[in-house]
C-alpha cells in the first residue's frame, strides 16, 4: 500500500502522497529499482547493521524469532527448537500466523528448519517443513494463529513469534499469566523493517529530519524501549549507550550477536516452498 501510494502520487502534492515510507526490507530493494526512493544518507549512516549503499533505504529496526510462554501451564519452558518437539508439548505449540500466507509464520518455519540443518540456508526451507510436520504428527502443534488472548486462555501456551510482541504481551499481561520469553539460540534469525524517503516526496527535507531522528541515540533508545532492536544497535551497545534497565528487560544480548538476517533470495526460496508446500508436507489447516 505505502509503495503503491508513491506510485499513485507522483505528480500530486497533497496529503496522501508520503514523504517517508516503513515497509518490509523485500520492498527496500525492489522500490529502488523502479526508482521510486531518494538517497539521503543520515548522520549515523556508517553505524547501521542493514542498508543499501548508496541510502536509498535502511533498516530501521528488527526482531528475532522468540518463544512466548505461559509458564502457569508450561512446567519445563523450552529453550530452543528441538525442545518444542519433546512429549511434554503436546498440543502447546502455535505460530502467529498462518505459513501459507503470513510473513511472521514464514519466516518462522525457515527459522526452525535453519536449526534442524545445522545452519545450512539452502536446506531450511524443506527441513522446516519436516519440522513442522513432525511436531504435527506428534500432537504438540495446534492449528490455532498465536496471540495474547490464545496464549492466555491456554490455547496456544506457546506461540511462536517476533520478540518485541512477545515481550509486550509480557508487560500487557502483567503476570496473569506469567510469561517467559525465550530466543532459541541454534537458530536466531531476525526480520527487518526499512525506511526510505519517496523520490516524489512532498516535503523531502522533513523526510531527511525524519529519518535523522528515529536514526539519532534518542530515537534509536526509542524502538529499544519497544523493543524492537534498532538498527544501530551493536554501535550503541559497543558505546555504552544502552540503559542498563532497558538491556535488563530483553533477553541476553549475547543471543542478539548471533542474529542471522536472510537475503532476499533466501526469503523469496523459502516463501516459495513453504507457502505452496505446507498443506502436502504438513498438512494442517492454520486458521
Same mark, same amino acid.
Request: proline residues 7%; hydrophobic residues 40%.
Given at each position: 500500500?505505502?509503495?503503491?501510494?508513491?506510485?499513485?502520487?507522483?505528480?500530486?502534492? #497533497?496529503?496522501?502522497?508520503?514523504?517517508?515510507?516503513?515497509? #518490509?526490507?523485500?520492498?527496500?530493494?525492489?522500490?529502488?529499482?523502479?526508482?521510486?526512493?531518494?538517497?539521503?544518507? %543520515?548522520?549515523?549512516?556508517?553505524? $547501521?547493521?542493514?542498508?543499501?549503499?548508496?541510502?536509498?533505504?535502511?533498516?530501521?529496526?528488527?526482531?528475532?524469532?522468540?518463544?512466548?510462554?505461559?509458564?502457569?501451564?508450561?512446567?519445563?519452558?523450552?529453550?530452543?527448537?528441538?525442545?518444542?518437539?519433546?512429549?511434554?508439548?503436546?498440543?502447546?505449540?502455535?505460530?502467529?500466523?498462518?505459513?501459507?500466507?503470513?510473513?511472521?509464520?514464514?519466516?518462522? %518455519?525457515?527459522?526452525?528448519?535453519?536449526?534442524?540443518?545445522?545452519?545450512?540456508?539452502?536446506?531450511?526451507?524443506?527441513?522446516?517443513?519436516?519440522?513442522?510436520?513432525?511436531?504435527?504428527?506428534?500432537?504438540?502443534?495446534?492449528?490455532?494463529?498465536?496471540?495474547?488472548?490464545? +496464549?492466555?486462555?491456554?490455547?496456544?501456551?506457546?506461540?511462536?513469534?517476533?520478540?518485541?510482541?512477545? +515481550?509486550?504481551?509480557?508487560?500487557?499481561?502483567?503476570?496473569?499469566?506469567?510469561?517467559?520469553? !525465550?530466543?532459541?539460540?541454534?537458530?536466531? %534469525?531476525?526480520?527487518?523493517?526499512?525506511?526510505? $524517503?519517496?523520490?516524489?516526496?512532498?516535503?523531502?527535507?522533513?523526510?531527511?529530519?525524519?529519518?535523522?531522528? $528515529?536514526?539519532?541515540?534518542?530515537?534509536?533508545?526509542?524502538? +529499544?524501549?519497544?523493543?524492537?532492536?534498532?538498527?544501530?544497535?551493536?554501535?550503541?551497545?559497543?558505546?555504552?549507550?544502552?540503559?542498563?534497565?532497558?538491556?535488563?528487560?530483553?533477553?541476553?544480548?549475547?543471543?542478539?550477536?548471533?542474529? %542471522?538476517?536472510?537475503?532476499?533470495?533466501?526469503?523469496?526460496?523459502?516463501?516459495? $516452498?513453504?507457502?505452496?508446500?505446507?498443506?502436502?508436507? !504438513?498438512?494442517?489447516? !492454520?486458521?
Amino acid at each position: 500500500d505505502e509503495i503503491e501510494a508513491i506510485k499513485a502520487n507522483k505528480d500530486n502534492k #497533497g496529503p496522501q502522497a508520503p514523504d517517508v515510507i516503513d515497509v #518490509g526490507l523485500a520492498f527496500g530493494p525492489s522500490a529502488t529499482a523502479e526508482g521510486l526512493l531518494l538517497p539521503y544518507k %543520515v548522520s549515523t549512516f556508517d553505524g $547501521i547493521e542493514v542498508k543499501d549503499p548508496d541510502g536509498h533505504w535502511y533498516g530501521d529496526y528488527y526482531g528475532v524469532l522468540a518463544f512466548e510462554v505461559n509458564k502457569d501451564l508450561v512446567e519445563n519452558v523450552p529453550q530452543d527448537w528441538a525442545d518444542l518437539l519433546k512429549d511434554e508439548y503436546n498440543g502447546q505449540v502455535a505460530l502467529a500466523g498462518d505459513p501459507r500466507a503470513a510473513n511472521q509464520a514464514i519466516i518462522s %518455519v525457515y527459522a526452525a528448519g535453519l536449526a534442524a540443518s545445522g545452519g545450512d540456508a539452502a536446506k531450511a526451507p524443506e527441513a522446516g517443513l519436516e519440522f513442522f510436520k513432525q511436531l504435527n504428527e506428534k500432537g504438540n502443534f495446534v492449528p490455532v494463529i498465536g496471540k495474547a488472548a490464545s +496464549l492466555a486462555q491456554g490455547t496456544t501456551p506457546i506461540v511462536i513469534r517476533w520478540d518485541y510482541n512477545a +515481550l509486550a504481551d509480557r508487560d500487557t499481561l502483567a503476570g496473569n499469566p506469567p510469561v517467559e520469553v !525465550v530466543v532459541p539460540p541454534s537458530a536466531v %534469525v531476525a526480520g527487518v523493517y526499512a525506511q526510505a $524517503i519517496s523520490a516524489y516526496a512532498p516535503h523531502p527535507n522533513a523526510g531527511k529530519l525524519w529519518l535523522e531522528y $528515529i536514526y539519532s541515540d534518542e530515537g534509536q533508545l526509542g524502538f +529499544l524501549n519497544g523493543y524492537c532492536h534498532p538498527a544501530r544497535f551493536s554501535e550503541l551497545a559497543a558505546n555504552g549507550k544502552i540503559p542498563a534497565d532497558v538491556l535488563a528487560k530483553l533477553p541476553p544480548a549475547d543471543l542478539y550477536a548471533k542474529a %542471522v538476517f536472510p537475503t532476499l533470495e533466501q526469503q523469496d526460496n523459502n516463501k516459495q $516452498i513453504v507457502t505452496t508446500q505446507w498443506d502436502s508436507v !504438513v498438512g494442517a489447516n !492454520v486458521q
